[in-house]
């Protein structure tokens, strides 16, 4: 893997340009890059996605987090689909020309990792898709399923989700990944809501549970560099 001249990207999409920001592993370097995408409500400084990161790198993963066109504007009004995949697509052809990772990792919280699963669903070219907090449909909507797609991905899947989450109900999730021929491995976390917090009678902290998530993530990850 290449050695970035900078850890701090602006990158062109399309007549715009977002933030990028490179966060090297701290603990076993190896060649593996996650690309992380934000939450509808975040950015790529959030707690969460600061969490995520933290965890992931001390497990020998490097996270390459960016804002979302709209996030960089400073526009509380998510994009359109199209326009998420095609600010994650310019992201990731960034990643590629700095960085040219052995294993290439896309996904992240809640929408913006449903906006790289609409990308792996036509083919997108990468090693895997991790998703944190899939939203399968909207809080207290449950019939409206973000679903269809799914069937369409043929590249391996770890998903996180909680079983108190809100915009992801177990049973439907379940029922979805029936439809499912692809390497999927579905992790959940008991008590969690959709920010990954748990309640006490869990018998685990939040922190316990990043590490869970972080752990997985890297035996998944060490699983596809094999491959």
């Known amino acids: 893997?290449?050695?970035?001249?900078?850890?701090?990207?602006?990158?062109?999409?399309?007549?715009?340009?977002?933030?990028?920001?490179?966060?090297?592993?701290?603990?076993n370097g190896g060649s593996t890059?996650?690309?992380?995408?934000?939450?509808?409500?975040?950015?790529?400084?959030?707690?969460?996605?600061?969490?995520?990161?933290?965890?992931?790198?001390?497990?020998g993963i490097h996270i390459v987090r960016f804002n979302f066109l709209y996030t960089e504007n400073r526009s509380g009004r998510p994009d359109p689909m199209p326009r998420l995949e095609?600010?994650?697509?310019?992201?990731?052809?960034?990643?590629?020309?700095?960085?040219?990772?052995d294993t290439l990792i896309i996904g992240g919280r809640s929408m913006g990792g449903r906006a790289a699963s609409m990308l792996a669903?036509?083919?997108?070219?990468?090693?895997?898709?991790?998703?944190?907090?899939?939203?399968?449909?909207?809080?207290?909507r449950p019939e409206q399923l973000r679903d269809a797609h799914l069937p369409m991905i043929h590249l391996p899947v770890l998903c996180f989700n909680g079983t108190r989450d809100a915009l992801c109900?177990?049973?439907?999730?379940?029922r979805a990944l029936e439809r499912v021929t692809t390497s999927w491995q579905m992790h959940w976390l008991e008590t969690a809501d959709h920010s990954f917090h748990v309640l006490k009678?869990?018998?685990r902290t939040d922190a316990q549970v990043m590490d869970d998530v972080a752990d997985t993530s890297?035996?998944?990850?060490?699983?596809?560099?094999r491959a």
């Open 86 to 101: 095609e600010c994650t697509k310019a992201v990731v052809a960034r990643v590629r020309e700095e960085l040219a990772p």
């Open 169 to 174: 109900t177990r049973e439907l999730m379940e």
């Open 121 to 140: 669903a036509k083919g997108f070219d990468c090693d895997g898709l991790l998703l944190l907090a899939y939203p399968l449909h909207p809080a207290g």
């Open 201 to 203: 009678k869990s018998g």
């Open 33 to 59: 890059v996650f690309v992380c995408a934000h939450g509808a409500g975040g950015n790529m400084n959030d707690r969460g996605m600061l969490q995520v990161t933290s965890a992931l790198r001390s497990r």
């Open 218 to 225: 890297a035996r998944w990850a060490a699983e596809l560099r």
């Open 1 to 27: 893997m290449h050695q970035p001249r900078d850890t701090n990207w602006r990158v062109p999409v399309g007549d715009e340009h977002t933030t990028a920001v490179f966060d090297p592993a701290t603990s």
